[in-house]
C-alpha cells in the first residue's frame, strides 16, 4: 500500500487479505478476510471489501461503495482480442456490486470500462469489457451485459435479462426479466420479451425520477409519434422536432432515435 509520508493508515484491513505493495488505499476502508487486491488498484473512502473479493487491473473503486463476497472486479476481459494491454475499471461512488458479480476491464490500450454513481448490481450479475454504465443504474440477479453496451442514468435492469454486445439502453427505461436485447432500447420505455419489445412508456420511472409534468407531457407525446403513427424512424423524428415542445428530455430522446445505429426496439402488438 502508499501511504503518504508521516500519515497514519486508518483502514482496516483483514490479517488474511492479499494486498499488492502498489495499491492504494484511503482511510475508512475495510478488507474483509481472503481479499485479494491488486496492483494498480485504488479505493476511495468509506469503501467496504467483503471477504474473498478480488480487485485486479487498474481499477479505481469509488468512496463509501461496498463490495460483496466473492465479487470480481477488473479482471482480465473475456475477448479474444485481448493481448494484454494497459486498460482500466472505473466505478463510481455509493455503488453497491452484490455476491458473486464480474465487473471486467476494457479491450484496447487505454480503453475502460465504466460504472457510474449509486448503482446497484446484484448477485452474478457480469459487465462486460467497455461497458458503459450510467448512474442510479439497478441491475438485478444474474442480469449480464456484454461488450460495449451502453446502459444510460436510472435504468433498471430485470433478473437474468442479456443484452447483446454494442446495444444502448436510454435513461429511465425499464427491462423486463428474461427479457434478450439485441436493439436499442429507447429512453423512458418498458420492454420484455425474447426478443425484447417495448411494452409502454415508463411512466413511473420517469415521474419518482422527478421530471416535470410538462416535459412528461412531452415524452408522452413523442412517444405516440413514434411507435403508435405508422411513421419510420426517420419520419417519426421529424414529426416530433415540429409540433412536439422542445425540453432536455425530448432533445435528450430524438439524440438517442438519431444514434441508434442498431435500430430501436419496436412496440409489441397484439399478435406478438
Excluded at 120 to 137: D, E, F, K, Q, T
Excluded at 150 to 161: L, N
Excluded at 220 to 228: D, E, G, P, T, V
Aim: charged share 20%; aromatic share 6%.
Amino acid at each position: 500500500m502508499i501511504v503518504e509520508a508521516g500519515r497514519k493508515m486508518t483502514a482496516n484491513i483483514h490479517s488474511s487479505a492479499v494486498i499488492a505493495p502498489s495499491a492504494r488505499i484511503a482511510d475508512g476502508v475495510e478488507i474483509g478476510p481472503y481479499c485479494v487486491i491488486g496492483e494498480n488498484v485504488e479505493i476511495g473512502a468509506g469503501s467496504i471489501i467483503g471477504p474473498h473479493a478480488v480487485i485486479h487491473g487498474w481499477t479505481s473503486i469509488g468512496c463509501d461503495c461496498r463490495v460483496f463476497q466473492f465479487a470480481s472486479v477488473g479482471e482480465e476481459p473475456q475477448d479474444l482480442k485481448f493481448k494484454g494491454e494497459k486498460s482500466y475499471t472505473f466505478i463510481g461512488d455509493r455503488t453497491t456490486i452484490r455476491e458473486g458479480a464480474t465487473i471486467h476491464r476494457a479491450t484496447g490500450e487505454g480503453n475502460e470500462t465504466r460504472v457510474g454513481s449509486d448503482c446497484l448490481l446484484m448477485a452474478y450479475i457480469h459487465v462486460a469489457h467497455n461497458c458503459v454504465l450510467g448512474n442510479h443504474v439497478i441491475m438485478s440477479n444474474l442480469a449480464s451485459c456484454a461488450g460495449h453496451a451502453i446502459v444510460e442514468d436510472r435504468v433498471v435492469i430485470g433478473g437474468m435479462a442479456g443484452v447483446h454486445q454494442f446495444v444502448k439502453i436510454g435513461r429511465n427505461a425499464m427491462v423486463g426479466g428474461m427479457s434478450k436485447l439485441v436493439q436499442d432500447v429507447v429512453p423512458y420505455t418498458i420492454v420484455d420479451g425474447h426478443p425484447a419489445k417495448v411494452v409502454g412508456l415508463n411512466s413511473v420511472g420517469i415521474s419518482r425520477a422527478g421530471i416535470p409534468l410538462e416535459a412528461r407531457h412531452n415524452i408522452k407525446k413523442a412517444y405516440k409519434i413514434l411507435y403508435r403513427s405508422g411513421l419510420s424512424l426517420a419520419e417519426a423524428i421529424a414529426v416530433i422536432e415540429q409540433e412536439v415542445d422542445s425540453c432536455e428530455e425530448v432533445e435528450h430522446f430524438l439524440r438517442f432515435l438519431r444514434n441508434a445505429e442498431r435500430g430501436i426496439c419496436r412496440e409489441r402488438r397484439e399478435n406478438d
